[in-house]
Every structure is written in structure tokens, then in C-alpha cells.
């Protein structure tokens, strides 16, 4: 069993930045391109998008179009936590934001991912 925490959301202004920290305990994730860990943000009243995915091994990472640019994702694996850098806020970037991790084939969907935290509400004022 992986157990992922979040941490890091808040309130902040448009044009903001917020950085959002995931980290992994329990049964050992292995740093293998078969392994992804990735973020997804749920919008009030909307389904959970995926917004980065990065595939262990070489930490090869993919975005979404939305949020490319604006948000980097990170990896520390000493610390076996992965972090989502969020620059430039939008008030449609309101939402909480979901670490995933397993060994997905299809990185953009959810239902690929074993593990989920139990995300990091994030707001973002207009």
C-alpha cells in the first residue's frame, strides 16, 4: 500500500503562485518508467483533470495544454515527494488538487492511477 499526502494549497490572488507538495509512504514506490505519479485538479462541480504526469526512471514529464507553462512539476527522491509549482493563477484554476501514483498506461486518465491522496484545496481570487 503507497499512501500519498498532500500539502500546500491555500488562497491566493490571480497572478499568484502556490507550490503543492505530494509525499509517498508505505510500501516502497519504485522509481521505474513503469511507475507515474501525477496531479490532478477537480473544479467545483466538475470531473477530476489531469493537469502533470511524470514517469519514473528518466522523470520524462507530460502537461496538460492548460496548464503548461505555468506549472512545473518536480521530484525529490530523497524525500520521495514530488511538488507542483503553480505560477500564474487563474480563478479556473480554483479547485483541489489530487497526487496519483501507479503504473499508469494512459497518463491523462484517472482511472489508471492505484493511489490517491486526499488532496489540497486550492483558490485562487479574481
Known amino acids: 500500500q503507497v499512501h500519498l499526502l498532500e500539502s500546500g494549497g491555500g488562497l491566493v490572488q490571480t497572478g499568484g503562485s502556490l507550490r503543492l507538495s505530494c509525499t509517498a509512504s508505505g510500501r516502497t514506490f519504485r522509481n521505474s518508467a513503469s511507475q507515474v505519479m501525477a496531479w490532478f485538479g477537480q473544479a467545483p462541480g466538475k470531473e477530476r483533470e489531469f493537469v502533470v504526469a511524470?514517469?519514473?526512471?528518466?522523470?520524462?514529464?507530460y502537461y496538460s495544454d492548460s496548464h503548461e507553462g505555468r506549472f512545473t512539476m518536480t521530484r525529490d527522491a530523497t524525500r520521495n515527494t514530488v511538488y507542483l509549482q503553480m505560477s500564474k493563477l487563474k480563478p479556473e484554476d480554483t479547485g483541489v488538487y489530487y497526487c496519483?501514483?501507479?503504473?499508469?498506461?494512459?497518463?491523462?486518465?484517472?482511472?489508471?492511477?492505484?493511489?490517491w491522496g486526499q488532496g489540497t484545496q486550492v483558490t485562487v481570487s479574481s
Open positions: 496519483a501514483a501507479g503504473g499508469a498506461a494512459i497518463i491523462r486518465d484517472p482511472d489508471e492511477y492505484d493511489y
Open positions: 511524470m514517469r519514473g526512471g528518466d522523470d520524462s514529464t
